[in-house]
């Protein structure tokens, strides 16, 4: 059980650091409306993953069990690749986009639209097919109420840490060199954390099989 809260939690924690198209909505909509109004945009998961998780589930479910090491073995690597993204950003010293990026013309105003903007994101896809799918499915082969609880590590960590990075941007503690180097460690931190140990599991089915 804890297994696969850490893993929900940690993936969840690791991708609300990621910069992209939904953390650049968060950031113009707290310049454009404050903190407070903006906190609803953090349940924008909710609505858009249900299309996105249940299509990837269904494909990994119906597909060889081989093949689900292959994409256990691909997810790792594409954390890893997205550590290395992190890791460039650090170096950087500038994780977050900035709101000029999104037209104030069609910046989203409700939940429903933060949605839209995240289900025109295209990390939402590969993680559900390459991380979250195969671990939802792997959990749920070993009891249902641990597939249960790695969903609710996942949406309440994705939730809640969105929530704080609303808060923190409107209160512009994002907004120095210092803080995006922080937040770019500790999500590179996680990202190879989380990239080694699915590598780790599925080269050890590989060797195994």
């Known amino acids: 059980m804890l297994g696969a809260i850490l893993i929900g939690a940690g993936y ?62 691909a997810g790792g690597f594409l954390l890893l690749y997205f550590a290395r993204g992190a890791f460039l950003s650090f170096r950087s010293e500038g994780i977050n986009q900035p709101a000029e990026s999104l037209p104030s013309s069609s910046t989203p105003k409700t939940v429903f639209q933060a949605a839209l903007v995240n289900l025109l994101n295209p990390n939402p896809y590969l993680g559900w097919s390459l991380v979250m799918g195969p671990a939802v499915l792997a959990a749920w082969v070993e009891s249902p109420s641990l597939a249960a609880a790695l969903l609710l590590a996942f949406y309440t960590t994705m939730i809640s840490s969105s929530m704080v990075i609303i808060y923190l941007m409107g209160r512009a503690l994002l907004l120095g060199p210092q803080a995006r180097k922080s937040m770019a460690l500790i999500s590179t931190v996680l990202l190879v954390g989380l990239g080694v140990y699915f590598v780790y599991l599925a080269g050890s089915q590989l060797v195994s099989g």
């Open 12 to 73: 969840a924690l690791s991708a609300s650091l990621q910069p992209g198209p939904l953390q650049a909505f968060f950031l113009s909509r707290v310049a454009e409306h404050g903190w407070r109004r903006t906190l609803p945009a953090a349940f924008a998961p909710l609505v858009s993953d249900g299309p996105i998780a249940l299509t990837a589930i269904l494909l990994v479910h119906f597909l060889p069990d081989s093949f689900h090491t292959y994409l256990q073995l």
